[in-house]
């Protein structure tokens, strides 16, 4: 069939680099070989698509939950989550409950999962949070309205078996890998070099590594050391959930470093000794001022994780009462 090729798969096989995936079907199946399916659900934000994998019965992540996939047609024996975002975690419920399958995810991931989307306060908790590191009022309340307006609709699976690095799940070893989400999972299988990376790493963008509301201290510190894992892992392909499979693992895990490296110095360039700055004062140097509402807190959120990494190597200092967080150079 000729046309606009739908997948990378269709557009080599026409000779061509460029393909468009329509993001309004309800699930879309790409076949990378006769064992794993992929499967590309739509995302209204971001990256406007989320990846599953279906290999051998395990499930691996859930997408948003939005729309009805059809899980039950899909042989899926058991659901394993690599992390509690809503665009992989949302349809777990739904998939366990068509399927009969198990859900599997990560033990921190979990407890995680229940503060934010099992609890009712948390758009209000991260909101104050975001105005404590200088987002103005109408840009962190805007998380109010729309958290409490998208809550309902993620439907993570209640009381999954909690797996911890080490843990075999039908054939996979369960890897602990921290930084896009706390209490991230890789679903590693030895034999060949397979890694299903969740959002670990990428191929076209950066994963968004973000310092949240009760989240571990240093999450970018722990992001650059599940890099450096990457590479001494040497995976052969990785499966990302969102963009393209990743052919050479360790080099993008690299270039990752590398960039985080940039971004540390930037980071630390906008601070001074004598004048202590807020996390969105240090944003808009990093990432201009024009931004609206959802990108600004993304961006915030990543200055801050760049902020405390530098905090944690000594290079700043952070100073806090109970209206609001500042730095300074050291
Ligand atoms: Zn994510």
């Known amino acids: 069939m000729n046309g606009i090729p739908r997948t990378a798969f269709s557009a080599l096989r026409q000779g061509s680099s460029r393909y468009s995936t329509p993001i309004e079907a309800a699930i879309i199946e790409h076949a990378f070989d006769s064992e ?20 051998d019965g395990t499930l691996f992540d859930t997408g948003l939950g939005l729309g009805e996939p059809g899980w039950s047609a899909l042989g899926i024996e058991r659901v394993a989550i690599t992390h509690m975002h809503p665009d992989h975690v949302g349809g777990a419920a739904a998939a366990a409950a068509e399927t009969g399958a198990t859900v599997h995810q990560g033990a921190l991931d979990y407890a995680q999962c229940e503060r934010v989307w099992g609890t009712t306060d948390w758009p209000e908790r991260m909101a104050a949070w975001f105005r404590r590191h200088g987002v103005p009022p109408p840009v962190a309340d805007e998380l109010i309205e729309q958290g409490h307006a998208f809550a309902p609709f993620i439907s993570y699976a209640r009381d999954p078996e909690l797996r911890r690095e080490g843990d075999e799940v039908a054939g996979w070893t369960t890897l602990e890998l921290p930084g896009h989400a706390d209490g991230h999972l890789g679903f590693f299988r030895e034999r060949d070099g397979l890694l299903v990376g969740g959002d670990h790493l990428l191929a076209e963008i950066s994963p968004a590594i973000g310092l949240y509301p009760e989240s571990r201290p240093d999450p970018l510190g722990d992001y650059l050391a599940s890099l450096e894992r990457t590479i001494d892992l040497d995976a052969r392909l990785v499966l990302p959930g969102h963009g393209e499979p990743i052919r050479d693992p360790a080099g993008r895990a690299r270039e990752l470093l590398e960039h985080h490296a940039r971004r540390l110095h930037e980071t630390a360039a906008a601070l001074e000794r004598d004048r202590p700055r807020n996390g969105f004062e240090v944003s808009l140097d990093l990432f201009g001022h024009e931004l609206a509402p959802t990108q600004r807190r993304f961006a915030v959120a990543e200055t801050l994780s760049h902020l405390e990494h530098l905090v944690a190597r000594g290079r700043a200092e952070r100073a806090e009462d109970g209206r609001s967080v500042t730095y300074t150079a050291t």
């Open 36 to 55: 794993i399916s992929r499967l590309t659900l739509p995302l209204p934000t971001g990256p406007r698509h989320v990846h599953c994998y279906l290999v």
